[in-house]
């Protein structure tokens, strides 16, 4: 685990990346995170880092990504001897009831909708770095 709160996002979208680039640097955090553009940089990104600074304290997977999508990049992170433990939320534009279940059951932590508006961007980077914050603290507790 690293020793302050580090995000890893995985989004397809250029303009939600840099959204959410952007609301993180209104909040003082865009040092904490990481922006990838689908499932399978993301295992390249924690392959690189088993070897170097150390795990993020949260990963934010879109949905809908080519590539490798979010529920299967969620279904081998959580299989995976050393990724399992990593948070996960899963991050989407709609939320339907059956993919929320099933990425719930699968182990994501939790399953936010996209927001709409930019100052709703900087609530929601407001709350995925308390996210953060909290899964590191629990996991130096536990």
Request: glycine letters at 6%.
């Given at each position: 685990?690293?020793?302050?709160?580090?995000i890893?996002?995985?989004?397809?979208?250029?303009?939600?990346?840099?959204?959410?680039?952007?609301?993180?640097?209104?909040?003082?955090?865009s040092?904490?995170?990481?922006l990838?553009?689908?499932?399978?940089?993301?295992?390249?990104?924690?392959?690189?880092?088993?070897?170097?600074?150390?795990?993020?304290?949260?990963?934010?997977?879109?949905?809908n990504?080519?590539i490798?999508?979010?529920?299967?990049?969620?279904?081998?992170?959580?299989?995976?001897?050393?990724?399992?433990?990593?948070?996960?939320?899963?991050?989407?534009t709609?939320?339907?009831?059956?993919?929320?279940?099933?990425?719930?059951?699968?182990?994501?932590?939790?399953?936010?909708?996209?927001p709409?508006?930019?100052?709703?961007?900087?609530?929601?980077?407001k709350?995925?770095?308390?996210?953060?914050?909290?899964?590191?603290?629990?996991?130096?507790?536990?």
């Open positions: 685990m690293s020793q302050k709160p580090f890893l996002i995985a989004d397809d979208d250029q303009e939600d990346r840099y959204l959410l680039h952007t609301a993180f640097e209104e909040i003082g955090r040092n904490d995170i990481y990838v553009e689908n499932g399978l940089q993301v295992f390249k990104y924690l392959d690189m880092s088993t070897e170097q600074s150390g795990m993020p304290s949260l990963i934010v997977l879109d949905l990504m080519p490798l999508d979010g529920m299967e990049t969620l279904s081998r992170l959580k299989a995976h001897k050393l990724y399992k433990n990593i948070p996960v939320i899963m991050f989407t709609s939320v339907h009831e059956v993919e929320k279940a099933r990425c719930l059951e699968i182990g994501a932590v939790d399953f936010i909708k996209k709409a508006r930019f100052q709703q961007t900087i609530s929601t980077a709350f995925l770095h308390e996210s953060a914050t909290g899964s590191q603290q629990a996991a130096l507790r536990g």
